[in-house]
């Protein structure tokens, strides 16, 4: 991993918090007083927003003790939750007395915090190549998801809650998304993922919406375009995207 | 500002790309190679995302070369531009042979090259405040941007292509924007900016919407909410964002 040498380091900000002097007395003190397995999260294993961070956390190889908010029993909008996140959003996520929201920026919280261990989701070789993650980052953020969280919405949440599919709107979304998978195939072309030849926290994004379009008509435009539906095979078989979406381990977990 | 111990670093990617023996040398080539006045930007000045990247290259002091993609003839569209950036979208960032799309990429990419000049964006100093300020920069993208967006296209964009305002979407989109808001008001009670006590990049991406709502009568909203409205007043305050929404200072810039 690269360094921006033109700053002296002053702090070690990986866990012990303490003034730099050696990596090795670092290290010790990161190592001993690292709390991997404290993290609690607020969430529901049917949640594309919770899943997003599940596949972090199994590709970084950490452990969590799950918090059920069931979103159909509408637990997310109750005052003892909105008491948690006033957005009334699952997931939370508390690592020690820190808490965030945002599926997104906790995937980056863990993804930074355990750096070196795992999947390197963050693949940060050169400026260059930071910049293009964060391009295909925002590009998920922005352009696919918009759109593909309408999808999954009308086509497999909705069912969820027993309300009916609007497919007018699923006819005019879908317009949009072929422009967007367009562009997806020709970058797959020529990446094997999308940020690099390596598979990224750019890819994990688009896991969640891209998991329940497989089981709804709209699967057909990513498998008619031959370097997308190569790309989804490969990250929807990673074992840690399995886990993520196993609805019966993320209730068999012990509790707190 | 702090780093990560626990790695020894080898190469530094802040210009040099050199292997790292001694921060003075790397100083020396950082500095030296640095291309601080290359930088093109193609955009609109009138645009809410161009205007998001000239902020944050005014907040560090850099300048550049303005490329005009007028969006009102729907330059943006044709086949010319759709080659730079097939989503038809400003703005456009090159940084010699590196292209850069979407303006939170863009500005997070030009604040961690430039981490030491200029306003300090991105400011993390401990992991935990790394997190929050995340945090803060996914609320804007995910709570906020959605419904300012729309609010902003229907009372102040669409006049200018010669449309009409929807009045049933913006009076709807107002009334999810009155619970953000007053998330935003808990929040800024006690805390002076967004993610910390002083600006930071969540703050500046703010900036581009609630600019145009001010010329509108969703200002209210903000001006209601005394801490937001002292946020409020104070970011767009700000000499950097004075000099990126500066249309005339676009136009006479030397071009190439």
């Not at 950490?62 to 957005?87: C, E, H, M, R, W």
Request: hydrophobic letters at 35%.
């Amino acid at each position: 991993m690269g360094i921006n040498a033109s700053h002296v380091p002053e702090t070690c900000y990986h866990h012990c918090n303490q003034t730099f002097e050696s990596s090795r007395q670092c290290f010790k003190w990161c190592q001993e007083l690292a709390r991997k397995d404290e993290y609690k999260i607020y969430g529901y294993p049917y949640s594309t927003n919770t899943r997003r961070v599940l596949a972090v956390l199994h590709e970084k190889g950490l452990s969590y003790d799950p918090i059920t908010v069931n979103l159909i029993a509408g637990d997310q909008k109750k005052p003892s939750f909105l008491a948690i996140n006033p957005f009334g959003q699952v997931p939370v996520f508390l690592d020690g007395g820190l808490k965030l929201t945002e599926s997104r920026a906790i995937s980056e919280y863990i993804a930074t915090v355990h750096k070196s261990r795992g999947t390197q989701l963050l693949n940060y070789k050169s400026y260059k190549t930071m910049g293009t993650q964060r391009m295909w980052m925002a590009i998920e953020s922005f352009e696919f998801d918009p759109l593909t969280s309408t999808l999954t919405w009308e086509q497999s949440i909705k069912p969820m809650y027993g309300l009916k599919t609007d497919y007018k709107v699923v006819n005019e979304t879908e317009a949009k998304l072929e422009k967007v998978l367009d562009i997806y195939e020709e970058r797959l072309k020529n990446s094997s993922f999308l940020a690099s030849n390596s598979f990224t926290m750019a890819d994990l994004y688009h896991l969640p919406n891209i998991q329940y379009l497989m089981d709804t008509h709209t699967k057909r435009m990513f498998v008619n375009r031959p370097s997308v539906r190569r790309w989804v095979a490969e990250i929807t078989a990673r074992p840690a995207w399995k886990r993520a979406c196993d609805v019966k381990a993320w209730y068999h977990k012990k509790k707190n």
